[in-house]
């Protein structure tokens, strides 16, 4: 019988330098995708903001041709979806699909203007991602306007 011997080490286990490889490759993975995500995210929020803005806009624009009228700014977009006691021809389950006022992408509420600076007699507004009037236009943080809506 031949006696065999050999003269290698068997490791059971990584290094700890190959461990720290392993996690910093992952991490950069997990932040590319990450910030790939996020940007994403934003880009759905704009688009689900500027299509409520259209929705909304056509609404009003419906409930003019209905009643004869817009709404006034204290009544705001509440009319839509609750009959004013001075309007005639109100179309019967309101103007929109919903029994609630959509909100922006960001989750806060629109807001209705008359006569806007842009000479139209209304508009519809979202004030984007940071909810104030405002904001850098081409960022999210940009006020978004039913007039301008795509």
Same mark, same amino acid.
Do not use: C
């Given at each position: 019988?031949?006696?065999?011997? %050999?003269?290698? %080490? ?28 996020a ?13 409520n803005? %259209? ?64 000479? %139209?007699p ?29």
């Amino acid at each position: 019988m031949k006696k065999v011997t %050999k003269n290698r %080490k068997f490791r059971a286990g990584f290094t700890m330098v190959e461990l720290m490889a392993v996690l910093i490759i992952l991490g950069l993975l997990a932040t590319a995708v990450v910030l790939n995500f996020a940007g994403r995210v934003d880009d759905a929020r704009v688009k689900t903001t500027k299509a409520n803005l %259209k929705i909304l806009h056509g609404a009003v624009l419906q409930f003019k041709m209905d009643t004869g009228r817009y709404p006034s700014e204290e009544e705001g977009l509440n009319v839509l979806i609750e009959a004013p006691t001075d309007v005639k021809n109100y179309a019967t389950g309101g103007y929109i699909e919903s029994t609630e006022i959509p909100k922006d992408g960001w989750g806060n509420d629109f807001v209705y203007i008359r006569f806007p600076e842009s000479g %139209k007699p209304f508009a519809v507004k979202s004030y984007g991602a940071d909810g104030e009037d405002g904001g850098e236009e081409g960022t999210i943080d940009a006020d978004l306007y039913s007039t301008d809506a795509n």
